[in-house]
């Protein structure tokens, strides 16, 4: 197999996630300016592309070949016109962590090949672990030496809504000379990610069990086709406002003692023994992914079946509120409903970690982070998550820009398989909020009581607002013209416009969702 060869390859090898090779900083600056993003986005197409040229076959440290492709496969076949193909020039990331037994700093390093649909004068990541939310704990992401197309490079990094203090989450990496569109370019990102305790974020660690949870936990490629690059800034807020193509995951290497089990993203791909004595190596890969997540700890893995489908659950081998059987129960339950209503589940592993410190839920690419709590007690949150695999995981969408795109729609699948339609749809949002789904982050975090105001403006409300479509346009109506949205926008980032394309034969829904202000009047 391709990918466990060379997986395996780079780990024989390996020292750890840290190059040893010690590398300058200075770069030329970019012989033109940075492109802009343009202010409507073209709409996705499944025609071939033309191949800008062919580039050599890049290689590891280790010579291993690296590479991308594959397509999905899918639960169940359901829609009658087979799914969008994925970017066929998505980047192509390979990551690795190096996870001590204290979990305090985790040590990595990311090699990323890209080849953009437009020309740039820059790279652009995010460091989102330096948000507000998260930083708050002392957890923080630093990128310490950057090498693109074999030359150090020295970024400039934005604070973006990082607090003082704390590093930029904004990283502006120049280039030499401007890389024009189809060109390939690969970047090498050398990085420490210090975890702060008992965090209720995506990033962070159990000071109790030593369980750790890293999710969007790496300089993350901001690029969006057809627009450029993302650079929303952080907000105060709790809550995802992250922006990614999905990109080929070729390998994922986890380092971590060989006590701990580990759970990642994709496929797993065997373990090895590690750099260092009781270490072992972990390997994952992934197609196309928008996200990497990844858990260590002494953990209890369930598994469950669903047709092509693997649901993985792990939960704190000390005990947690419930058993991770019931879980993966109430998962494989949810996942059941959803398929019936949405189509094909979009990943072949689904990777569920219970938290100790996590709240409620976090979603990721084929992954969910939930709190130490009873689901069954819960009933909105399984299927909530879980309907973030279609709404964020196969349609993305700019969630600092768009939130509702996820957020809405997720509340309204969730209550859609709950039989909550008619209680959901009765939401009426408080005055401040009122009919304005479709702003930004940055909005609903300057309001008076956000966090409050941005769960009934945007979930709440948006779910109501789609329910009420749903009756003006016919149930039967909807739910086709939702699929097709689904299909028509798999494996993109999404937009307004793009609902509005997706249901302008049924004018009544986009009057609704006008009225609520999710499209412009």
Not at 61 to 68: K, S, V
Not at 320 to 347: C, K
Request: hydrophobic residues 40%.
């Amino acid at each position: 197999m391709r990918r466990l060869a060379g997986a395996l390859c780079a780990v024989a090898l390996l020292a750890g996630c840290m190059p040893e090779a010690s590398r300058s900083t200075s770069a030329p600056e970019p012989s033109e300016p940075p492109a802009s993003r343009s202010a409507e986005p073209v709409p996705p197409t499944n025609e071939p592309q033309p191949e800008p040229g062919e580039s050599p076959q890049q290689q590891d440290e280790n010579g291993c070949p690296t590479g991308g492709g594959g397509s999905l496969s899918t639960l169940v076949s359901y829609l009658d016109a087979a799914p969008s193909p994925a970017w066929k020039d998505r980047p192509v990331v390979r990551l690795c962590f190096d996870v001590p037994a204290d979990r305090r700093v985790v040590t990595g390093h990311e090699t990323v090949s890209f080849k953009p649909d437009r020309q740039t004068c820059e790279l652009v990541f995010r460091a989102w672990p330096n948000k507000p939310d998260s930083a708050v704990n002392g957890t923080k992401l630093e990128v310490k030496t950057v090498v693109v197309a074999g030359e150090p490079v020295t970024p400039r990094v934005e604070a973006a809504g990082a607090p003082k203090g704390v590093p930029g989450t904004l990283i502006r990496v120049p280039l030499a000379s401007c890389l024009k569109a189809g060109q390939p370019l690969t970047a090498d990102l050398d990085f420490t990610l210090t975890l702060g305790p008992d965090g209720d974020e995506r990033a962070s660690y159990s000071s109790e069990d030593k369980t750790a949870w890293l999710a969007t936990a790496f300089p993350l490629l901001a690029w969006e086709r057809d627009r450029g690059w993302a650079t929303e800034p952080a907000v105060n807020l709790f809550g995802e406002m992250t922006t990614s193509e999905e990109f080929d995951l070729e390998s994922l290497l986890v380092i971590a003692p060989s006590s701990d089990e580990v759970l990642g993203t994709g496929r797993s791909e065997g373990a090895v023994a590690g750099p260092r004595a009781g270490t072992t190596a972990h390997s994952f890969s992934a197609d196309a992914v928008r996200d990497v997540a990844v858990t260590v700890g002494e953990l209890t893995v369930v598994e469950r079946e669903v047709g092509d489908l693997t649901v993985h659950v792990g939960a704190p081998a000390a005990g947690s509120e419930v058993s991770p059987d019931v879980w993966a129960d109430e998962t494989v339950a949810t996942i059941r409903s959803l398929v019936s209503e949405l189509g094909d589940f979009p990943y072949d592993d689904l990777w569920v970690t219970i938290a100790p410190d996590v709240s409620s839920g976090i979603e990721l690419a084929g992954a969910i982070q939930f709190g130490d709590i009873d689901p069954r007690e819960y009933k909105a949150l399984v299927p909530h998550e879980v309907a973030h695999m279609w709404f964020y995981g196969l349609v993305g969408n700019d969630q600092a820009r768009d939130p509702w795109l996820d957020e809405a729609f997720a509340e309204y699948a969730e209550t859609l398989v709950n039989g909550q339609e008619s209680s959901a749809s009765s939401f009426v949002a408080p005055s401040a909020v009122r009919n304005q789904v479709g702003r930004p982050m940055a909005w609903y975090a300057a309001q008076p009581d956000s966090a409050d105001l941005y769960a009934a403006g945007v979930y709440r409300q948006g779910g109501a607002m789609l329910h009420k479509a749903r009756a003006a346009a016919g149930p039967e109506v909807f739910d086709r013209l939702l699929r097709e949205y689904i299909e028509t926008y798999a494996h993109t980032i999404a937009t307004p416009t793009s609902v509005a394309r997706a249901f302008a034969s049924a004018p009544a829904a986009l009057a609704v969702m006008r009225e609520y202000g999710a499209l412009p009047r």
